[in-house]
């Protein structure tokens, strides 16, 4: 499996909208994440717009991102100026210091599956922490979101579709560090909460998603007005928030 780096830098064209309709990332989880890890400089891997960056640089940390794109990182460095920004990918990436954790938020996904974990490794200190966590999607309405699904099944958005049912989302999470000997003290986590989206705000968060930036544009506008249709002024979305923890061996 190898990553499509079309997709993974097509959120640079949406970065106000993605910057306005993802959601943030709970104050807990932040406060979970420095806890596990020793203290030290922290690393976070696909910063994009800074949308868990500002929540990490807020408790005082010495954090360096990365970010392949340079209009995600443009906005990232406006938002939170006191963090160092490396524009590039994490497989190119060469640290400087090894790091007492690396974090992740909704990005992980997109380092090449078979080096993610050896890079890790590598920059990380003996006893350093990776923290690796992602928002998941439900709309709330089980009626409309099926509504929703079906739109997207016409369009033939089915990989990362944002109308997915709360049991196949589930099935996903799985520790992604399980069976590996050289991470230990595996932990996971999951915050919930719910949030209403008014229809603005919604058709914002679909351009954000790589599945719909990547149709061809009419057909994409084509998609919006049909959903646009369907939620009237707005939604109510479930949002979970994955979090897997692990720590360097040695």
Same mark, same amino acid.
């Given at each position: 499996?190898?990553?499509?780096?079309?997709?993974?830098?097509?959120?640079?064209?949406?970065?106000?909208?993605?910057?306005?309709?993802?959601?943030?990332?709970?104050?807990?989880?932040?406060?979970?994440?420095?806890?596990?890890?020793?203290?030290?400089?922290?690393?976070?891997?696909?910063?994009?717009?800074?949308?868990?960056?500002?929540?990490?640089?807020?408790?005082?940390?010495?954090?360096?991102?990365?970010?392949?794109?340079?209009?995600?990182?443009?906005?990232?460095?406006?938002?939170?100026?006191?963090?160092?920004?490396?524009?590039?990918?994490?497989?190119?990436?060469?640290?400087? &210091?090894?790091?007492? #954790?690396?974090?992740?938020?909704? =990005?992980?996904?997109?380092? @090449? +599956?078979?080096? *993610?974990?050896? /890079?890790?490794?590598?920059?990380?200190?003996?006893?350093?922490?990776?923290?690796?966590?992602?928002?998941?999607?439900?709309?709330?309405?089980?009626?409309?979101?099926?509504?929703?699904?079906?739109?997207?099944?016409?369009?033939?958005?089915?990989?990362?579709?944002?109308?997915?049912?709360?049991?196949?989302?589930?099935?996903?999470?799985?520790?992604?560090?399980?069976?590996?000997?050289?991470?230990?003290?595996?932990?996971?986590?999951?915050?919930?909460?719910?949030?209403?989206?008014?229809?603005? &705000?919604?058709?914002? #968060?679909?351009?954000?998603?790589? =599945?719909?930036?990547?149709? @061809? +544009?009419?057909? *994409?506008?084509? /998609?919006?007005?049909?959903?646009?249709?369907?939620?009237?002024?707005?939604?109510?979305?479930?949002?979970?928030?994955?979090?897997?923890?692990?720590?360097?061996?040695?």
């Amino acid at each position: 499996m190898t990553v499509d780096r079309e997709r993974s830098v097509v959120f640079g064209s949406v970065a106000e909208e993605y910057d306005a309709a993802r959601p943030d990332y709970p104050d807990q989880l932040v406060t979970d994440v420095l806890a596990y890890a020793p203290p030290g400089p922290v690393l976070e891997v696909g910063a994009g717009t800074g949308k868990a960056t500002v929540s990490f640089a807020a408790r005082g940390i010495d954090l360096t991102c990365v970010e392949p794109d340079p209009r995600m990182a443009a906005r990232l460095s406006a938002k939170a100026p006191g963090v160092r920004v490396e524009i590039g990918i994490f497989e190119d990436f060469v640290p400087d &210091r090894p790091f007492a #954790l690396l974090y992740a938020a909704q =990005a992980w996904h997109w380092v @090449d +599956p078979d080096r *993610r974990w050896d /890079l890790a490794h590598a920059v990380l200190a003996p006893s350093g922490a990776v923290a690796v966590f992602w928002n998941q999607y439900v709309v709330t309405d089980p009626a409309l979101r099926d509504e929703l699904a079906a739109v997207d099944r016409r369009y033939d958005v089915t990989s990362s579709s944002l109308h997915r049912s709360r049991e196949v989302r589930a099935e996903q999470a799985e520790h992604q560090l399980a069976g590996d000997p050289r991470y230990t003290d595996l932990e996971e986590r999951h915050y919930e909460r719910t949030d209403h989206y008014d229809a603005g &705000r919604y058709l914002d #968060l679909v351009r954000s998603i790589s =599945a719909y930036q990547m149709l @061809d +544009p009419g057909a *994409r506008e084509t /998609l919006l007005g049909e959903i646009s249709a369907l939620i009237g002024d707005g939604l109510d979305m479930t949002l979970t928030t994955d979090l897997a923890l692990g720590r360097r061996a040695g």
